[in-house]
């Protein structure tokens, strides 16, 4: 059999688009797209035809024949073929699977045959054969992902020979269903679509300060108080899963070969519990559900048996439902301060003979651990539980960094990996200027993709404590379900590789090549995964002479297209080559095109052509600001306008308006309250000038330079310009001391950052730039003084 690199079947295939236009592939279905990669692969030649009457063999296995079904009933789907499952050799145009547990591969490892003739498809166990399976429909044209019925595709397998097992046995990825809720429905989309990509475990994070979502029929108040929330706005945001429900997404994962790890939060980040039952927590105050996020200082008592008699029957409670022997006992951000003034908590820590707050909290998680072992579970924790010691069986899952990972695999425990400058897929894909607001940070999925699960500090003797590695997805800002795609997909593709195909096979330009294909894939299961999009200018570009505006990508795309005439783009516009010079108004409206003919959404960007604003002759000017305050609840500007009376003061600078920052684990509504910021910014000299803010509104010169009315005030996503001469200029800033989507504007320093269009760095505008009205002569300046 002769032997074909990967390359040289692309041009194999392009002989074959001459000799037969049926055959013709589109350019993501060209070459192997497999993914995750596959340990060994060669290709070899020929092409295995599916069609209505290719059988599926299968040795009388009952495990086997369900694989089977699952497969054959997706093929379905896209084809429109009933394949026949039968225990009957077939001469040609089979798929057969079977168990071999003679071969050398790990329990999820496979052997895939392919030939003009039929499959072959072995595993060491079942699990092994459905990754084998859908190692064979990433052979296939993408569109075999599809729910619809595809018409004019020829179903085609490339022969190969394919020898495949896993690097890691824990390829995961966490949902936080608290924060925001997630439907069962949108729970099942994320496991279709992650086993596809052969990941195999769920962290499900089910309990937090926000929101308690699961049933426990023992305390029905977890979900009748601890299940919702009314935000400071009114907003009610509520949900839980019954545990019905919770057994019909286990089994679903389970026919997916997904274990579901629960996660129950202790001893912190259990406010909803709190609020159910305040007897549980050291004060017992009267709680709500927390509206805004952080970390709360309010948690279970350590000194309480109850406590740990509650806890103990909400394990009890749920054994039945999570049949997988890993449990998450959560542990992290967990503040001491209530512990530290508690008498029932001190006399605990006197009668145990703890030193400190973190040996109490070690005392809470090894109790706890032992209640997961009375049922044969074992206990994972977040890598602050190493903080006061741990067990010599617990299990630590790394996420402030790979510190606790490196620690615990040294100390000879098991680990997994999910530190957040790497993992944590609630950071940007794009520019954060441009994509939906979330907390923070820039994570490509390049970064993702070169993660390397095995630190170069863990001793090698130790490395095989690292048990894999996992994404995770925090809720706060995933403020409609499907942003839980955009969020994920495809960086949680990235895990599934870099879990599962050695470290020397994988090449990332090669992977983005295979995302083309990939992304199809997901439009078959509709996912709302993130598209990037044309970055670099901001959504309003003023300019005096004429404006350049150039644009690129965070990852290859197949082409920017755009508009000048405020149509919507489509895939016959005017293809981007270049930057763009305008010397007139206009708005441009402007989007990405993927391989498949998919558009991303549309940015529309307005381009002006404007005139130097005079700067303002004031006589008598003083350093400084004046703002007036009015107490109250204002969610948007328009409510200012029910505002009849002002307090006013100076200030000397615009974040002197907030001396009240503070990184609030209560919210104090005292300080609800609406400041309007009045004096004049001395401009340095002429220019164009962008201004970005996270405060409500920037107002230069009687103009509204930045509205993030509607926004959470977390990342200006507004910024805008204006033409100004050299000298003073009005300046308004309106802050709104509010709370927004779980958003504290408490947390915003006041500032406004600016900078000349010919500078690439915004600067704050500083104490020395605004200034006020003067009234005392003493106080008298010109601007250029
Ligand atoms: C975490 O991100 N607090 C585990
Ligand atoms: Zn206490």
Not at 95 to 112: Q, W
Not at 478 to 486: A, C, G, H, Q, V
């Amino acid at each position: 059999m002769k032997i074909r690199s990967i390359f040289t079947l692309s041009l194999l295939l392009v002989v074959l688009v001459s000799c037969n236009e049926k055959h013709k592939l589109t350019s993501y279905n060209q070459g192997i797209n497999i993914t995750p990669k596959p340990q060994n692969l060669v290709v070899n030649e020929g092409m295995f035809s599916l069609d209505n009457t290719t059988s599926f063999i299968v040795t009388d296995n009952k495990e086997l024949k369900s694989v089977a079904n699952f497969f054959t009933s997706k093929i379905k789907q896209s084809t429109g073929y009933e394949l026949i499952v039968t225990n009957d050799n077939q001469d040609r145009n089979f798929i057969s699977i079977s168990l071999n547990p003679e071969l050398a591969l790990n329990e999820e490892g496979y052997t895939l045959e392919s030939t003009s003739e039929g499959v072959f498809i072995e595993g060491t166990t079942a699990k092994g054969v459905f990754y084998g399976l859908n190692t064979l429909m990433q052979l296939l044209p993408a569109e075999i992902e599809s729910q619809s019925k595809i018409d004019h595709i020829s179903w085609q397998i490339p022969a190969v020979s394919i020898t495949d097992e896993p690097r890691f046995p824990w390829r995961g990825f966490h949902l936080d269903v608290c924060r925001h809720f997630i439907s069962v429905d949108q729970v099942k989309k994320h496991l279709d679509l992650l086993s596809i990509f052969k990941i195999n475990k769920f962290h499900w994070h089910i309990t937090e300060d926000q929101g308690w979502r699961i049933e426990i029929k023992k305390y029905p108040k977890l979900t009748s108080v601890g299940g919702t929330r009314t935000e400071a706005d009114g907003s009610v945001h509520s949900g839980f899963y019954t545990q019905e429900q919770i057994k019909e997404v286990v089994a679903y994962a389970a026919e997916r070969y997904i274990d579901v790890i629960p996660e129950i939060e202790m001893p912190g980040h259990a406010l909803a519990a709190l609020s159910a039952y305040p007897n549980l927590s050291c004060n017992e105050g009267t709680y709500t559900p927390r509206i805004i996020w952080g970390v709360e200082t309010d948690v279970f008592c350590a000194g309480k048996d109850e406590v740990f008699a509650f806890l103990e029957d909400v394990i009890e409670e749920i054994v039945p439902l999570f049949p997988y022997q890993y449990y998450h006992l959560g542990g992290d951000e967990s503040p001491k301060e209530r512990w530290k003034t508690c008498n029932r908590c001190q006399t605990r820590m006197n009668t145990a003979g703890l030193h400190d707050e973190h040996e109490l909290q070690s005392y809470f998680m090894n109790r706890m651990e032992g209640v997961l072992k009375k049922h044969g579970k074992k206990m994972v924790g977040w890598d602050e539980i190493l903080e006061g010691g741990i067990s010599d069986t617990a299990n630590v899952m790394s996420w402030r960094g790979e510190e606790g990972g490196i620690a615990a695999a040294n100390a000879g425990n098991d680990v997994i990996m999910a530190p957040g400058a790497w993992l944590y897929l609630d950071k940007y894909e794009g520019d954060y200027k441009i994509d939906p607001v979330t907390i923070g940070g820039l994570l490509p999925i390049e970064k993702v993709y070169g993660y390397e699960p095995i630190p170069t500090d863990i001793d090698s003797s130790k490395a095989h404590h690292v048990l894999g590695a996992q994404t995770t997805m925090w809720s706060e800002y995933i403020y409609e379900e499907t942003l839980s795609e955009y969020r994920m997909y495809p960086r949680a593709i990235a895990l599934a590789e870099l879990t599962w195909t050695n470290k020397d096979k994988k090449d990332y330009k090669d992977f983005e090549r295979r995302l083309n294909n990939q992304m199809v894939r997901m439009d078959g299961h509709d996912i709302n995964y993130y598209i990037p999009l044309p970055e670099g200018p901001t959504s309003h570009i003023a300019f005096i002479d004429s404006a350049v505006l150039e644009f690129t990508t965070p990852r290859p795309v197949d082409r920017i297209v755009y508009t000048l005439n405020k149509s919507e783009p489509n895939l016959d516009s005017k293809v981007y080559s270049g930057p763009l010079v305008f010397d007139q108004d206009v708005t441009i409206k402007i989007a990405s095109v993927l391989p498949q003919g998919k558009m991303s959404k549309v940015r529309t960007i307005k381009v002006e052509k404007q005139t130097l604003s005079p700067s303002i002759d004031k006589e008598q000017i003083a350093p400084g600001l004046i703002t007036k305050t009015a107490y109250g609840k204002f969610l948007s500007t328009a409510d200012l306008n029910s505002i009849d009376s002002w307090t006013e003061k100076q200030i000397d600078s615009l974040g002197e308006a907030n001396r009240t920052l503070h990184w609030g684990f209560v919210i104090d509504e005292n300080r609800f309250r609406a400041e309007v910021i009045e004096g004049y910014i001395d401009i340095p000299e002429d220019g164009v000038y962008f201004f970005s803010s996270n405060q409500d509104q920037v107002w230069i010169d009687n103009a509204l330079v930045v509205n993030n009315d509607g926004y959470v005030k977390r990342f200006s996503q507004n910024d805008g310009s204006k033409a100004l001469a050299k000298g003073l200029h009005k300046l308004k800033v309106i802050y709104l001391n509010n709370v927004y989507r779980g958003w504290a504007s408490d947390w915003n320093t006041i500032e406004v950052k600016f900078r000349k269009s010919t500078h690439e760095e915004f600067k704050p505008i500083t104490s020395e730039m605004v200034y006020r009205d003067g009234t005392d002569k003493s106080e008298l300046l010109t601007s250029n003084q």
